[in-house]
């Protein structure tokens, strides 16, 4: 091999330095983005779970909200709207971390349907974000004794 082709060799060679370590930020830049997205998609996630939890036992409290009537000579539970919305805003005033009832009321007056709302905040993200995100759940219970 001539000095030329050794000094050839030896530039090809020193033009690779560096290279391997721009690919490895750009991809531990990308994982940390991934990472971040996922935290957030996460945490809406367990958010939306909560408010439905949340939204379920409003129901169940709001179904308990009757009232004992004697209909020809036997006790029956009936459900009015006031005593189902009473009830899942005392629980949701209680429990529910800024949670609001937006509609609680029977449809047949045997059952009780209750719709929540609150708003999630991104955790890590809130540049894309920055109001939240607006949530809704909505659940049926009926009254047990009917």
Known sequence: MTIRGRRLKR???SDDDGSVLILTLGYAVLAIAVILVCVDASSLYLAQKRLDGLAD???????DGFTLVIDTGEPV???TTEGVRDQAETLVGDVGNGAVVLD????DGVSARVTVADTWKAPVITL????????QATATS?????
């Not at 036992?57 to 179904?63: D, K, M, R, S």
């Not at 609680?104 to 449809?107: L, M, N, S």
């Open 11 to 13: 530039r090809r060679a």
């Open 57 to 63: 036992a409003a129901a169940l409290a709001g179904a």
């Open 77 to 79: 539970a009936e459900l």
């Open 104 to 107: 609680a009321g029977t449809p």
């Open 128 to 135: 894309f974000v920055p109001e939240g995100v607006a949530l």
């Open 142 to 146: 009926r009254t047990a004794l009917r």
